[in-house]
């Protein structure tokens, strides 16, 4: 140990195909993409790109708000002007566009943005997370406790638990979005039949209130049998001594599992939690397959955007102040993991 | 003695319901895909009403498979992503490992600040850098095979390598080596140098052979990842010639949307081969996701 055998450029020659692969498609790009948030380059175009400043921040980001007092409230509801003929012709209002209303007292705020289909994606993204995150732990690790349980059969289950997993995103949209059928689909079909007609078909991807969680429910129902592998190897590395004497003192089995299981899993349902959240945040594919961001812009997502400005609409630098927006959302998950780790003292992993 | 046998019967019996009902719950989507690619449209709509929806019952019909072929290209595209995960693949094992080589067992200046690298690296997305990619190899000199033989372009859009090769090297699979790399006993490589051997004998006779498992692992999750890639080739091939199998499959959902049947047909098609993969390699399938979890 400590002599080297080797010539001092053989360990360059081994890596050398790695990094470079690296530095060209991993780390060039995510460069070029802080660079190009700076200039107004298009993905097709003879001229180069010129530098703009924060310009394509403060499209992506600026919001302001326009609160009325309502014009008369005579007889019953206020009534308020609308909102386009103020803004309209003038100056500090040039470029925003109603993104939401909401009513204070008897006056109406209407939040203005200068991009509010990113923002609306933008929210999108964070209640697909706020949804899909702890339904597919909370699934993963009952589908954990229930493969782990010692019954017959169970590698068997396991299997069928997982094997979504295996299956294409985009095969797994296209299947669900025919049960999600209004009239046809299956899922329509067993609701109306449990509920001997009670209950009307419903557009599940096509209506604003139902299409997000139509794909979190589907979202979670193909990712967890992946958190639920992982969780199944943080149980088995809790010692059973443990639970034995635990039963030795009488514990029952929702004491076990709330002192011995739950403390024990504390650094792997973190660490299954960040990962389902950064994929959570990534959300496309569903949502390109399934809705193509509607109905009225309800389900598109931060990376739909950067799609469709940097690709589709070919304003590259757009979409790539998108990419670093999102880019800044992971960095911010990582370090609230982080932070919580520290804080709970979880040891050295 | 297993928890389940400190277990009273009746509970016993009730979580095994539970699962078998959750099963069903997994299960149902692919029953529906199976049953449905063999059945006419009309049959289909005609079973929703029943558990027939979920079987292969009734006039079963493979028209739905020809239509597939004939009308969705499935064939094309099917060759496509096979070459395009096999390459993929093949070169990824043998260019990771290396690396992962390098950084486990070599010495040498600089071995930890790349290591560093790696681990940031490890955490950032490929959704967030594949927009300003796409720009970089819209821009990379290329090579085409036409008519006239092999002609330069300005451009990797639209081709098969675009489609491997950016996606070679990878850290999280140098990352899966490294791990295992490092933990062999360093005897054998000791004695190997001390009888003059190069490190790329070391790497091929004793690495190599005793760390089996781990190459098995990076072949599953490349494998996946690349044979569902669906982002990257809908921004960067544009064309038919180049489409791989999910890009060609939202195309034929989008053009056929009532057509259930042939797009059924075309989802089994797909699905198929790998969950026979996965029912022959499930114990591998099961390490890697594991494998995957030491991530953290």
Not at chain 2, 286 to 296: A, L, N, P, Q
Request: glycine letters at 8%; a positive charge; charged letters at 10%.
């Amino acid at each position: 140990m400590g002599v080297r055998r080797h010539s001092p450029i053989a360990p360059w020659l081994f890596g050398a195909p790695a990094l470079i692969g690296l530095m060209l498609f991993l780390v060039l790009p995510f460069v070029m993409a802080v660079i190009l948030t700076f200039t107004d380059q298009r993905l097709v175009s003879p001229r180069p790109g010129a530098f703009v400043g924060l310009r394509n921040y403060q499209r992506l980001l600026s919001v302001g708000a326009l609160v009325q007092t309502p014009e008369r409230s005579a007889a019953g509801a206020p009534v308020y002007a609308r909102v386009r003929s103020i803004t309209r012709g003038n100056r500090a209002y040039a470029g925003y566009r109603p993104l939401t209303a909401f009513r204070l007292g008897n006056r109406r705020v209407t939040v203005l943005a200068t991009d509010p289909a990113f923002l609306q994606a933008l929210g999108n993204t964070m209640l697909f997370a706020v949804l899909v995150v702890p339904l597919q732990c909370a699934m993963a690790l009952g589908l954990a406790l229930l493969v782990n349980a010692g019954l017959r059969g169970q590698t068997l289950f396991r299997a069928i638990f997982f094997s979504p997993v295996v299956m294409s995103m985009v095969i797994v949209s296209v299947v669900w979005a025919f049960l999600f059928n209004k009239d046809l689909g299956l899922f329509n079909q067993a609701l109306g039949w449990i509920s001997l007609g009670a209950v009307r078909p419903v557009d599940w991807l096509g209506n604003p209130a139902t299409a997000m969680p139509a794909i979190v429910i589907m979202s979670a129902w193909q990712g967890a049998g992946f958190q639920m592998l992982i969780l199944l190897a943080g149980l088995q590395g809790i010692s059973q001594e443990l639970y034995d004497a635990a039963r030795l003192d009488g514990a029952s089995a929702w004491q076990r599992f709330v002192h011995i299981t739950l403390p024990g899993l504390r650094q792997t349902v973190l660490f299954v939690a960040v990962v389902t959240t950064i994929a959570a945040l990534g959300l496309f594919t569903q949502v390109d397959v399934m809705t193509g961001g509607g109905p009225r812009g309800t389900t598109a997502t931060v990376m739909f955007e950067a799609v469709r400005h940097g690709v589709r609409e070919e304003n590259i630098a757009y979409g790539a102040t998108i990419s670093v927006v999102y880019f800044a959302l992971i960095t911010l998950v990582i370090v609230v993991q982080q932070a919580i780790r520290r804080r709970r003292g979880g040891g050295v992993a | 003695m297993t928890p389940a046998q400190r277990w009273s019967i009746p509970l016993r019996l009730a979580l095994h319901a539970l699962m078998v009902v959750l099963a069903a719950v997994f299960l149902f989507p692919f029953l529906f895909m199976l049953a449905s690619s063999l059945k006419t449209n009309d049959a289909i709509f005609a079973d929703l009403e029943s558990g027939r929806a979920l079987l292969p019952v009734g006039d079963l019909t493979g028209a739905n498979y020809v239509g597939a072929f004939a009308r969705g290209h499935i064939g094309h595209y099917l060759a496509n992503s096979v070459l395009i995960t096999v390459v993929t693949v093949a070169l990824g094992l043998v260019v990771n490992s290396l690396a992962a080589f390098a950084l486990a067992r070599l010495e040498w200046r600089g071995k930890q600040v790349v290591i560093t690298l790696l681990v940031i690296l490890l955490v950032v997305p490929f959704e967030a850098i594949s927009v300003p990619l796409m720009l970089l190899v819209a821009k990379l000199p290329g090579i085409a095979f036409g008519a006239d033989g092999v002609v330069l372009t300005g451009s990797w859009l639209d081709t098969i390598y675009v489609q491997i090769i950016p996606f070679v090297a990878n850290t999280f699979s140098i990352f899966l080596f490294y791990q295992v790399f490092r933990d062999i006993p360093r005897d054998f490589d000791e004695a190997a140098y001390v009888d003059g051997a190069t490190p790329w004998q070391v790497y091929r006779h004793i690495i190599v052979p005793s760390s089996g498992p781990v190459f098995a692992t990076v072949t599953i999750l490349q494998a996946l990842a690349m044979w569902n890639q669906y982002l990257w080739p809908l921004i960067t091939v544009p064309g038919e010639a180049a489409r791989p199998l999910m890009v060609g499959m939202e195309q034929f959902f989008s053009a056929r949307k009532t057509a259930w049947g042939e797009v059924m047909a075309y989802a089994a098609l797909i699905t198929v081969p790998v969950l026979i993969a996965f029912v022959f390699f499930q114990r591998w399938f099961v390490r890697s996701v594991v494998g995957s979890g030491v991530k953290g």
